[in-house]
């Protein structure tokens, strides 16, 4: 039996739109939007590329072959060894697919390596890296036969300050999100390995992400605009990249739960962006079985959820259609071609370290690597009087809880942040951190902690060294040359922040100054961290964010301490005075209703666009970092190229995965020339800010780092896409570029030091 097309569309609208739990009454939801309809989902064809062309070929043919029940089989998740293992074809040796976590290291095994988070890979702003993180990563991730890498992250993008999630990915800036997510997705998949960029989308907050005794879960509100200029941008980026797999997420989005939302998956994903991959669900994201296979979903983990049996039930009475099964299982099999991992792809190999097995290091050489992008996102924020870099001190004093791996049984290498009971334990049990908690950790095979690194260079300096780890008001030694202070805020998935700060620490960093005249605070952070109650206090010399940083966390500090390598790091988040100065998005959204909403009606002002609107003065601006060295920019210019200005992309050209090819023509050049004026040879951030009319004053479309030796010089050259001088027009549902206006353009060091202007006129 079939029903018709229309009634289909009927039962679909309204399964999208009440969440299908049998409680909900639709007409008592409090609706910010309907969520439109969009259906059926679009047949993946491979039609966007040759190589997708490919991959599809051999993707029917296989699906061709198979029965009912072995399609719905590899559309589900099955328990193994690995986080997600999705159903095999044991009569035609598909072994069924591999899927790991995390976006900075493959948790859980040994012989792995922990990478930086993606919040400190941003911090260096260089593109070289974010590929080579990517590649290395791709390549750990081959090395134990895991076909779907669980990152990048581009989402959260950051909205809420206290979010429990913004450490995980690049941070609330949507160009340098989307550069990171492409050149993340570019290298994992070079590497052999899909990428499943994460988390599509609007799942800005931990709280209530969930649907629990309370309600629903939170339903993220966000307009058209909102979504194509500011959360859905850095997709656009892993799409036009290749990447091969897309997780949805478990909050609502117009009320519409994530893996069910048919205008964000077979709409703005499958349509609008010619997705040709497979959509899987996050880890028990998934709320009802017809409304998630006809809104686009095509894969469901960690097990059959309300797939399974049900699945092959709803394809028997027509509610899904037998063509919207074969295009689940084609994407599935055509991501696994495209990634030519059916040439002798590594068995899956993934084993907990608590069972005796067989040694397989995949780590290469993976720590130099790891040590280089530590040390690149180390951000210097005040360094008075060069007192950085340190020369050579006899005595070195260091304090604070966050300076050592603590002799604990919690802080063992395995659980660093490798659980969800850690999370809570560390706020008692907490040392160096290397990165913040949640399926988002890693598993480090060894932690360099900055005292341990610290120590070994005060050893070959033949210097004595004092320290503390626990007090909050330690001895300083009156011939102390230097007190290095640790301190650390923590955030993790299932939770979000209460505050940007913790009194404990700042007495620490106050209680240090107050006795030692030179003392230098690094902090290690999973988002942005306040530091208005010591930052004027004249004995505190030097400001170190450290980020981050992964297992070679203390190395990669001693390098820039003792200037091996010139600091170059620059926020990717706005450091307020005070955490109230962010506004309505400093808190996560709290509500006890069964149908919480979440408007997000400030739109596209988070982070530095908000604070420009609202003249509001931070301590530390979006894209600032401090140097042992200055540069001096000069030679604006910008030049045309030969592409069209037309006002929309051409009518009748087809997308291509990332959306319509023309967005990403260069429609500009601007290049500036950087000389280094100081005394060290440095890399330099060069950041261009645009301003696009009826958007914010100023968004960051551009930024390139050049190193440059002592009296050089660099010319830095910035491409302007159509994307990028475009805003999202709601009515025609395209891309506009205004024409008649002026665009003024800056290029400079920070979002508010801006060196250099000129004005691009269409
Ligand atoms: C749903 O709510 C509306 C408005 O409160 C009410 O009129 C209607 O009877 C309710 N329907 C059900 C099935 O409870
Ligand atoms: C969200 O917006 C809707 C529609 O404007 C409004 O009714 C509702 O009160 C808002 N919810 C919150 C929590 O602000
Ligand atoms: C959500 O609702 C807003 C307001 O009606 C609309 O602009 C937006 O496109 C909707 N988005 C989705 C994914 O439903
Ligand atoms: C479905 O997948 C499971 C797990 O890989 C496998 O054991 C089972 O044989 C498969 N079923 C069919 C019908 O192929
Ligand atoms: C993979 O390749 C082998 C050898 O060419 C072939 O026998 C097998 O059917 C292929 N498996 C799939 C899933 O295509
Ligand atoms: C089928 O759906 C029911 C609820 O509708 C659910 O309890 C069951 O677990 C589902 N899954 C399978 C594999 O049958
Ligand atoms: C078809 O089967 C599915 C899965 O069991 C079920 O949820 C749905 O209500 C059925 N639809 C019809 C029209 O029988
Ligand atoms: C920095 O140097 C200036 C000039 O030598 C001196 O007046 C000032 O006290 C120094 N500041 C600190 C914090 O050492
Ligand atoms: C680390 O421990 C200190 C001292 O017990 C505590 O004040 C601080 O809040 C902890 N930090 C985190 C991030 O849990
Ligand atoms: C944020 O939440 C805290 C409670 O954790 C509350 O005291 C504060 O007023 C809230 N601030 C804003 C700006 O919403
Ligand atoms: C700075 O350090 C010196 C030396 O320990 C101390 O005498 C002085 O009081 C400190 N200054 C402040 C403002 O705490
Ligand atoms: C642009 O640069 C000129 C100097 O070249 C400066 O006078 C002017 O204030 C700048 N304009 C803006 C808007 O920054």
Redesign the pocket.
């Known amino acids: 039996m079939k029903t018709s097309i229309a009634t289909q569309a009927i039962v679909a609208f309204l399964a999208n739109h009440v969440d299908a739990l049998g409680w909900t009454n639709v007409s008592e939801v409090p609706l910010y939007g309907l969520s439109p309809p969009v259906y059926p989902t679009p047949q993946g064809s491979g039609s966007t590329s040759p190589a997708w062309a490919a991959a599809y070929g051999k993707a029917e043919a296989f699906v061709a072959q198979l029965t009912l029940e072995e399609k719905m089989n590899v559309t589900r998740g099955y328990t193994g060894t690995c986080v997600g293992n999705s159903g095999s074809v044991p009569r035609l040796g598909f072994k069924g697919l591999c899927f790991e976590d995390a976006p900075s290291g493959i948790r859980g095994p040994d012989f792995v390596s922990a990478f930086p988070a993606g919040s400190h890979l941003a911090a260096t702003w260089d593109k070289d890296y974010m590929y080579q993180y990517g590649k290395a990563l791709g390549e750990e991730y081959y090395g134990k036969g895991v076909n779907v890498a669980l990152g990048p992250v581009g989402g959260p993008l950051g909205r809420v300050t206290r979010g429990g999630r913004g450490w995980e990915g690049p941070g609330p800036d949507p160009y340098i999100a989307g550069i990171q997510m492409g050149e993340i997705v570019t290298g994992t998949q070079d590497a052999g390995v899909i990428a499943c960029s994460k988390h599509w989308l609007l799942n800005e907050q931990e709280y209530r992400r969930l649907p629990s005794a309370l309600g629903e879960s939170l339903s993220s509100n966000a307009d058209d605009v909102t979504i194509h200029e500011l959360y859905a941008w850095p997709f656009m980026n892993a799409l036009r990249a290749g990447t091969a797999a897309i997780m949805c997420s478990y909050q609502r989005t117009n009320n519409s739960y994530g893996c069910q939302n048919s205008k964000l998956l077979n709409g703005i994903l499958k349509t609008e962006f010619g997705f040709e991959g497979f959509v899987v669900s996050d880890w028990d994201a998934q709320q009802s079985g017809v409304a998630t296979a006809n809104a686009g979903l095509d894969i469901v983990m960690p097990d059959g959820g309300y797939w399974g049996n049900n699945l092959t039930q709803a394809v028997n009475n027509g509610s899904v259609s037998i063509d919207r099964l074969d295009d689940m299982v084609t994407r599935q099999l055509a991501a696994f071609y495209f990634l030519g991992q059916n040439e002798s792809y590594p068995k899956a190999n993934i084993y907990s370290a608590l069972v005796q097995h067989p040694v397989l290091d995949v780590r290469g050489d993976h720590d130099k690597i790891i040590r280089e992008i530590g040390a690149a996102g180390h951000i210097l924020v005040k360094n008075v009087n060069n007192s950085l870099p340190l020369k050579a001190p006899r005595h070195v004093s260091v304090f604070g809880y966050d300076a050592e791996v603590k002799a604990n049984p919690w802080t063992n290498p395995a659980r660093f942040g490798g659980g969800y009971e850690v999370n809570f334990g560390w706020q008692t049990f907490n040392g160096t951190m290397i990165t913040a908690g949640g399926s988002g950790s890693n598993t480090p095979p060894y932690v360099i902690s900055p005292f341990k690194a610290i120590q070994d260079r005060v050893i070959a300096d033949r210097g004595t060294m004092r320290w503390d780890f626990f007090s909050v008001d330690p001895t300083v030694e009156a011939s102390t040359d230097v007190c290095l202070v640790f301190i650390n805020a923590y955030a993790s998935e299932s939770f979000d922040r209460l505050s940007l700060s913790d009194e404990f620490s700042d007495n620490l960093v106050n209680n240090v100054a107050s006795n030692c005249a030179n003392t230098v605070v690094v902090l290690h952070t999973a988002g942005p961290r306040v530091v208005d109650a010591w930052i004027e206090h004249e004995n505190i010399t030097a400001v170190i964010y450290g980020g981050l940083p992964g297992q070679e966390s203390g190395h990669s500090l001693v390098d820039v301490l003792y200037g091996d390598v010139t600091p170059s790091g620059k926020l990717v988040h706005t450091i307020a005075k005070q955490d109230s100065d962010y506004g309505n998005v400093l808190n996560s959204s709290v509500s006890f209703d069964a149908f919480p909403q979440s408007n997000f009606t400030e739109g596209v002002y988070i982070d530095y666009k908000y604070f420009d609107r609202e003249n509001i003065e931070p301590r530390f601006e979006f894209g600032f970092g401090l140097s042992y060295t200055t540069f001096e920019y000069s030679n604006l210019a910008i030049s045309q190229s030969a592409a069209s200005t037309a006002a929309y992309p051409s009518a009748n050209v087809s997308v291509v995965q990332g959306g319509h090819p023309e967005l990403w023509e260069v429609l500009f050049n601007v290049s500036a020339t950087i000389t280094n004026t100081g005394s060290v040879a440095g890399a330099e951030v060069a950041q261009l800010y645009l301003g696009i009319p009826n958007a914010p004053i100023r968004q960051l479309r551009g930024f390139e780092k050049a190193l440059i030796p002592v009296n050089g010089s660099a010319t830095v050259t910035f491409e302007l896409t159509r994307r990028d001088l475009s805003i999202w027009d709601v009515v025609a549902q395209k891309w506009l570029l205004q024409g008649g206006v002026d665009y003024?353009v800056?290029v400079g060091a920070s979002s508010r030091d801006?060196r250099?202007?000129g004005t691009i006129s269409i």
């Open positions: 003024p800056y801006l250099l202007n």
